[in-house]
């Protein structure tokens, strides 16, 4: 197995770490997972129990949205997928900055691979293009349960529950990127990708589908072929 | 309804085999160095992304709303080295109280 720095730190110390600094974000991924469930059972687009099944396999806030809004308005079943999985294109390069520390089996790996979402990765992110594997899935387990559990109780009535974006939830979402984003910045390099990554996604935002902006963010990275 | 199966299969099992896709292939292998120091850029331009696009963006369009006194609020605390859980909390609280007052 490969090592790294951080090996001598027991894994159930990392777990428990990446899972505490998830809760708070679990509150409001839960709350997400609510509101989905609703759009999801009350809008026609979907159904109660495919709502469930999705937030739990496919476990990404964004895509589901998207694909549950398309199908609400009458969108094609070829438009939700494509929409969905355009969005979820960006856990390829995430999927690879992290290949190294999600260590076993393929079976294991692939399992370990189904807990990175934005908020884990972002979690278990250490600068440098260093991870810890524990923290990404503490923090993936507990925000799978909340998503998972948000989206039975929204399906069940989470009318209820009123809006969250009335609670400034969705702003929750942009403060923790930044925050994760601020102890990333520790050389030109970085700051340089980061804020090439921002135009292009502020830029192609109004001209290419909801996802597509992400995706070519990460070519900001290639300035890394650059000056090392 | 038979229909939303199919939707709901292909979203999820695409979606799983996009995550998979780097961990089960490429595996413990060491990344040539190039290769690294893109990789090592990877995390910094896609939450920079994530933190415009989620202040931002709303489908197509760009709008300003209560997020980014949320996120300004979420600056404030960052630079005043607060712990990652109150930026968050700080963020939605300004952006709950501006939709209070009625901005955004």
């Known amino acids: ?31 997400f997972g609510m509101s989905f469930g609703v759009l999801s059972a009350t809008t ?15 476990f990404a806030g964004s895509a589901q949205f998207a694909a549950a ?3 609400a308005g009458g969108g094609q079943p070829i438009a939700a997928v494509a929409a969905a999985l355009l969005l ?18 393929p079976l294991r790996r692939f ?58 939830l969705d702003a929750a979402f942009p403060a923790l990127f930044l925050a994760l984003l601020a102890s990333q910045l520790a050389d030109r390099g970085a700051v340089s990708a980061a804020l090439l990554g921002a135009g292009i996604a502020v830029v192609l935002t109004p001209f290419t589908p909801p996802g597509v902006p992400i995706i070519a963010a990460s070519a900001a990275a290639l300035i890394g072929l650059l000056d090392r | 309804m038979s229909g939303i ?6 979203i999820g099992l695409g979606t799983m085999a996009i995550k998979a896709a780097g961990p089960v292939l490429l595996g413990s292998r060491p990344l040539p160095r190039r290769v690294k120091s893109v990789v090592a850029l990877l995390a910094p331009a896609l939450l920079a992304a994530l933190v415009a696009t989620a202040t931002l963006g ?47």
């Open chain 1, 1 to 31: 197995m490969t090592t790294g720095p951080d090996d001598a730190t027991p894994i159930r110390f990392e777990l428990r770490r990446g899972a505490v600094t998830a809760l708070p974000l679990a509150v409001a991924v839960g709350l």
């Open chain 1, 44 to 58: 026609g687009g979907m159904g109660a129990l495919p709502a469930v099944v999705m937030s739990a396999t496919t």
């Open chain 1, 69 to 71: 809004s398309i199908l």
């Open chain 1, 88 to 105: 979820n294109a960006r856990y390829l390069p995430i999927g690879i900055s992290v290949a190294r520390v999600l260590t076993g089996g």
């Open chain 1, 111 to 168: 399992l370990k691979a189904q807990l990175v979402v934005d908020e884990s990765w972002a979690i278990a992110a250490r600068g440098g293009g260093e991870f810890v594997a524990g923290r990404l899935l503490g923090a993936g387990v507990v925000l799978w349960l909340s998503w998972v559990g948000g989206t039975v109780v929204g399906v069940i009535g989470g009318e209820a529950l009123g809006d969250p974006t009335a609670l400034g």
């Open chain 2, 5 to 10: 199966w199919g939707i709901v299969a292909a």
């Open chain 2, 58 to 104: 709303e489908g197509q369009s760009l709008v300003v709303d209560a997020r980014v006194i949320g996120v300004g609020a979420a600056v404030a605390a960052i630079a005043v080295r607060a712990p990652t859980l109150a930026v968050v909390v700080v963020a939605a609280a300004a952006a709950a109280l501006a939709r209070l007052a009625g901005i955004g």
